[in-house]
Structure formats: C-alpha cells, structure tokens
C-alpha cells in the first residue's frame, strides 16, 4: 500500500513538474554545515539546490496531508527557507534567493477489500497522474539578502547564547 502511494506521488511528480522544469540541478539530498565564530556550527539536509531564473532556490519536498492557504502564508515567516538559504549560501558561496517548495498530498483513496495491492497502486497512480493539479502544488518564497544576513546574525547570536548558557 506504500509502495502504491510512493510510487503515484512520483509518477505524478514527474509529469506535473520534472518533465516541464528548466532547472538547473546543482546538488541533491546534501549535509551542509555552516561555520559561526567561535568553533560552533549549525547544520540543515536539504533536498535540493537549483538554479532557475538565474537565481539559486532550496527545493524542499514535503508529503503532506493538505496544503491549505494558510500554510502557504505561513512559508514566508517560516525560518527553515531562511536557515536552509544561510547554510547552502555559505557552502556553496552563492546568493540564495530563497526556497521553493513542493507539497504532495497524500491521497485519501483507500484500498477496497476486492482491491489487490496491485490494482489498488494501479488505482492511486492513475489519480496522481490524472489529477496532478490536486496532488500537487508547489510555492516560491523569497528572502532578500538583507533577511538572509538577519538571520545568519540570529544564528550567531544564539550559538554565543548556548555557548554562555544564556539561552532561555
């Protein structure tokens, strides 16, 4: 049944989105660090990095089981673009123009009990790839350069804080 499920988010994926992108993939599933003055680091995995537009973007893939207007909203307060853009900019010593993120819904299509599992994937696969506009969406959240240089300064200023057991 997982498999099932996997397999229709990315069959759809890959026709909704992969086949019509023009990105230009730069790395994918990478640990990066990101050193701050006083020996410490700070750490984030991101799925990918990509150029497009001329600017570089953080792809994050997210599975989730809806992706309301509100939470689209909430992406641009979100601090994981901000920490994810800071790490990967130093790394890769590029400006970041923020991130791009993906979200795929779970779909609510349960298997019946004269369903297999394989007509069941079949089932759910063919409904990603049908209805991929429902399954999928995808929002680009920009950060400036200045909100980038803000929150490098804020991670800084905690890690002095943890290092003096101030951090409250």
């Known amino acids: 049944v997982e498999f099932a499920i996997i397999k229709g988010m990315i069959l759809g994926y890959h026709q909704y989105f992969f086949l019509k992108e023009q990105w230009e993939g730069v790395d994918t599933e990478r640990e990066v660090l990101l050193d701050v003055p006083g020996g410490g680091q700070f750490a984030c995995k991101v799925d990918a990095i990509v150029k497009e537009r001329g600017k570089y973007w953080v792809h994050d893939v997210k599975t989730v089981s809806s992706f309301s207007e509100t939470d689209k909203k909430m992406l641009n307060v979100d601090e994981q673009f901000s920490h994810y853009c800071v790490v990967a900019g130093a790394k890769f010593n590029r400006e970041f123009a923020g991130g791009i993120r993906t979200a795929i819904k779970t779909p609510g299509i349960k298997q019946t009990q004269k369903e297999t599992v394989d007509e069941y994937c079949t089932r759910v696969v063919r409904d990603y790839q049908s209805r991929p506009e429902f399954y999928m969406q995808r929002i680009y959240v920009e950060r400036t ?24």
């Not at 350069?145 to 409250?168: D, G, H, P, S, W």
């Open 145 to 168: 350069a200045e909100q980038l240089e803000a929150y490098r300064q804020y991670l800084e200023q905690i890690y002095v804080e943890i290092t003096n057991n101030k951090f409250v």
